[in-house]
């Protein structure tokens, strides 16, 4: 039996869905009943025979996170690692997901999954100490780091840009940040199978391909309203409290070495829109 931790956000249902499609037993704890942050909450983990946990909660507000520090980094730091304890000690694997904002984002290759950390921001301090403390635990552990995460649901890039595409004749869209795109769905199932071949340790997963935010959204728009002029502009456009990398491309050799090429943002950025209304 698995434990899915938060159901409800982007990823965690991509996880329910694909857990209840293969047949997997698994129970499923949301918040606020299941709080991250609380000992009451983590007993639970611990008392269990869980053979699996895996991690959907997250603090994710990148920009809030660089005013409220401490309460980003107690749930995506701290809380993390009162997790990783409780797996340690119930002997359950631990599936966690961290970002490319642990990395400084001024590269110009993709970064490896061994790569320091020198996170660009709050948030991607948090996440850092995240992953810091599940190594330090001792839990046998899966660490996937991702970016850019998009869903049929949820708040997320993809949906936003549909709508705003739709209702515009004219959009513009950062395009000194480059990156890769990743499908919540293929982030899921890409977890499981690099569980079923016994992967441990920390991997990247992300579409394959990459772009900037400008393309993303210039592929997304397309698809509702082929006549909006979607413009490139530079990050100085839109300022935002959270340094955003310019750089953060994600090495995927190691999974892809498990996996094979992982799906590419374009056919799974079409999936993703045929879902959506
Ligand atoms: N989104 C991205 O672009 C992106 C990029 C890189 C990495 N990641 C990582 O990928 C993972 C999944 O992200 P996501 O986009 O699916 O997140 P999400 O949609 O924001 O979902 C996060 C979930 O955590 C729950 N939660 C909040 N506080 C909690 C607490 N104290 N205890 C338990 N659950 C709590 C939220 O519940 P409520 O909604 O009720 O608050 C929500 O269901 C995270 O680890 C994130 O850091 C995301």
Request: proline share 6%.
């Amino acid at each position: 039996m698995d434990l899915l931790i938060s159901p409800d956000g982007m990823l965690g249902r991509a996880w329910k869905a694909l857990l209840e499609d293969k047949g997997l037993p698994f129970e499923a704890v949301s918040y606020p009943e299941f709080d991250l942050t609380s000992d009451a909450s983590l007993k639970r983990v611990s008392g269990g025979n869980y053979g699996r946990v895996i991690n959907c909660a997250a603090w994710t507000d990148v920009d809030g996170a660089e005013t409220k520090e401490a309460q980003a980094t107690a749930l995506n730091g701290d809380a993390v690692g009162q997790l990783a304890a409780c797996c340690a000690a119930a002997g359950s694997v631990l599936v966690h997901y961290s970002t490319d904002y642990v990395f400084p984002g001024d590269a110009t290759v993709p970064y490896p999954v061994d790569g320091a950390h020198d996170p660009v921001n709050a948030y991607g301090r948090g996440k850092a100490r995240g992953e810091t403390l599940i190594r330090e635990s001792g839990a046998e552990h899966l660490v996937l780091r991702t970016s850019w995460l998009y869903a049929p649901w949820g708040k997320n890039f993809v949906l936003t840009m549909r709508k705003l595409g739709a209702d515009r004749d004219t959009l513009r869209v950062v395009n000194d940040q480059r990156g890769r795109p990743t499908s919540a769905q293929h982030l899921a199932s890409a977890s499981l199978g690099l569980l079923d071949a016994g992967a441990r340790g920390t991997l990247h997963v992300t579409d394959g391909g990459e772009c900037t935010w400008h393309e993303f959204a210039a592929a997304v728009v397309a698809t509702v309203n082929p006549d909006c002029d979607v413009r490139p502009c530079s990050s100085d456009a839109f300022p935002r409290p959270a340094v955003r990398p310019a750089y953060s491309v994600l090495d995927l050799a190691p999974t892809e070495a498990i996996l094979g090429p992982m799906p590419h943002w374009r056919d799974n950025l079409a999936a993703v829109l045929s879902q959506v209304d």
